[in-house]
């Protein structure tokens, strides 16, 4: 059975202004869960993370946000806070 948050995405993914909309963000939110992936797997708080890289927990939150795109040097302060990596990799297009 479909929750209501679900049957009102679906409904609105309908439109195709709206899919395109939504589809042309995904790279941004893939970004947001890995940094809240590394976090969580570092048991970590946004305020642990944003003291270990000088910054504020509102920043950080921002980033895990998904609403903007970190730039390497970010991904890279991120990744050293939370003991991890930073991975680039360039995937072909599927048909």
């Known amino acids: ?9 679906a409904r609105l993914l309908a439109d195709p202004e709206t899919r395109a909309e939504y589809d042309a963000q995904a790279p941004e939110f ?24 000088h910054t504020t927990q509102s920043t950080v939150a921002r980033l895990e946000s998904g609403r903007t795109m970190p730039s390497m040097r970010t991904l890279t302060r991120y990744a050293e ?9 360039l995937e072909a297009e599927t048909a």
Do not use: P
């Open 81 to 89: 806070a939370t003991g991890s990596r930073t991975v680039i990799r």
């Open 1 to 9: 059975m479909m929750t209501e948050l679900s049957k009102l995405k």
């Open 30 to 53: 893939a970004i947001a869960r890995e940094l809240i992936a590394a976090r969580v797997r570092a048991g970590l708080t946004q305020d642990e993370i944003a003291k270990r890289m």
